[in-house]
């Protein structure tokens, strides 16, 4: 018995990771969110399988799925296409690092639902708008200059830091509201996930580092299992399928029309947030 599962247990929550890693990779270099939006849903199942308190088991999900590196063999295929905008990068960085800070502070904090509410509101307001993808439904021709700008990298940061989705999403969402076509958005987005994850990381294992002592019974919450609300396990099964697969999402995303590819991406952002919608009506 390890985390209260039997050995069937043990080796079928493996096996599901290793799957999902996959799809996940793929769906990082289609989307340009980093994979999180696959895995944070994921972790969840597993992680109540196993156990983990729902008091902490959204910041378990969320810190695990930033440490899976996809995003970084996600951004150097969508780089190698040109479709990265690196003038919104050079203006993000910092507002952005400062973002992940905040949120990295703001998880040790937060209560359990605030995560869940920040992942379906943001998840929603994108589907919305990539599945209508009403042309009048813009905020501008393009992206804004100065301080505006500067806030919206803080945004994403925060944002990212709280739903584990590395930047992708809000960053998609936020830049075709001003006109950028959706292939630069996801390529630029991958890129943003990079800036994100590595500090990320470190920000959710400072925020959940009390977690173990609150719950020392809990196998999962224990080193060598995890560091803080990072999961080292469920990481370790599921980032080397997807880095395998991260470079053929970019492909496909690459073949793919903008229409397609925006409504791909917005019905599947509308199914994990209904996911999240029932946990919070349900408390499960």
């Known amino acids: ?18 799957a999902v890693g ?23 199942e597993c992680f109540r399988i196993a156990g983990v308190p729902l008091e902490v088991r959204m910041p378990l999900c969320v810190g695990t799925s930033l440490i899976i590196p996809t995003s ?3 951004f150097q295929a969508h780089y190698k296409r040109g479709a990265v905008d690196m003038t919104v990068l050079r203006v993000w960085w910092l507002p952005i690092l400062i973002g992940v800070i905040a949120g990295s502070v703001v998880a040790r904090y937060a ?20 599945i209508f993808a009403r042309e009048t439904w813009k905020l501008g021709d393009d992206l804004p200059k100065g301080p ?25 969402l936020l830049m075709t509201f001003y006109g950028r076509p959706i292939h630069q958005a996801v390529a630029t987005s991958s890129a943003l996930a990079v800036l994100i994850s590595i500090p990320g990381a470190l920000g959710y294992v400072y925020a959940g580092w009390p977690a173990a002592a609150n719950y ?3 196998a999962a919450l224990q080193i060598p299992f995890a560091l803080g609300y990072v999961s080292l396990i469920g990481a370790v099964l599921v980032m080397p399928m997807s880095l ?3 470079p053929l999402g970019v492909k496909a995303a690459h073949a793919m029309s903008k229409r397609t590819l925006e409504a791909a991406f917005g019905c599947y952002l509308f199914i994990v947030g209904s996911r999240f919608v029932i946990s919070l009506l349900g408390a499960q």
């Open 1 to 18: 018995m390890i985390a209260g599962l039997d050995l069937q247990d043990i080796v079928e929550l493996a096996l599901l990771l290793i």
């Open 22 to 44: 996959a799809l996940s990779g793929f769906l990082a270099g289609v989307f340009g969110i980093g994979g999180g939006a696959i895995l944070v849903p994921v972790f969840y």
């Open 72 to 74: 970084i063999r996600s």
């Open 111 to 130: 209560p359990e639902r605030l995560f869940k509410i920040v992942f379906v509101c943001v998840a929603y307001s994108a589907a919305v708008r990539l």
């Open 148 to 172: 505006l700008m500067r806030a919206y990298g803080f945004v994403v940061g925060i944002l990212s830091t709280l739903m584990g989705i590395g930047g992708g999403l809000f960053s998609n």
């Open 216 to 218: 020392p019974s809990v």
């Open 244 to 246: 395998v697969t991260a």
